[in-house]
């Protein structure tokens, strides 16, 4: 088992900046990607960015890239999520994932946070 408990969620202007962070316990956080998904009242869960075990290898949606950067701290347990010039449909519960091999698909992830709100509104 990972249990997974995110923070860093909160309310924010449009252009303002957000870091994300979750922490990690239960069996060895190094052997596993990581990843950040969000859901917006009404939508589909859907993915963010990930990240891989080591760190070498991090992946992006389209209309994150630029905005967001993933990193983790395998010393720490610690995986983050900066955001950057947020917009409004921004806005959203994000969750933190945790897979032997994160994809883009909410189907195949094995652990999840809590989730962290994150509104963005003037």
């Known amino acids: 088992q990972v249990q997974l408990v995110e923070s860093g969620g909160g309310l924010v202007q449009p252009g303002d900046s957000l870091r994300l962070s979750c922490v990690a316990s239960?069996?060895?956080?190094?052997?596993?990607?990581m990843g950040w998904f969000r859901q917006a009242p009404g939508k589909e869960r859907e993915f963010v960015a990930a990240?891989?075990?080591?760190?070498?290898?991090?992946y992006y949606a389209d209309s994150m890239k630029g905005r967001f950067t993933i990193s983790r701290d395998n010393a720490k347990n610690t995986v983050y999520l900066q955001m950057n010039s947020l917009k409004p449909e921004d806005t959203a519960v994000y969750y933190c994932a945790a897979d032997p091999r994160v994809t883009p698909m909410p189907d195949d992830i094995d652990y999840w946070g809590q989730g962290t709100q994150v509104t963005v509104s003037s």
């Open positions: 990240i891989s075990w080591s760190g070498g290898n991090s």
């Open positions: 239960g069996r060895t956080f190094s052997r596993y990607d």
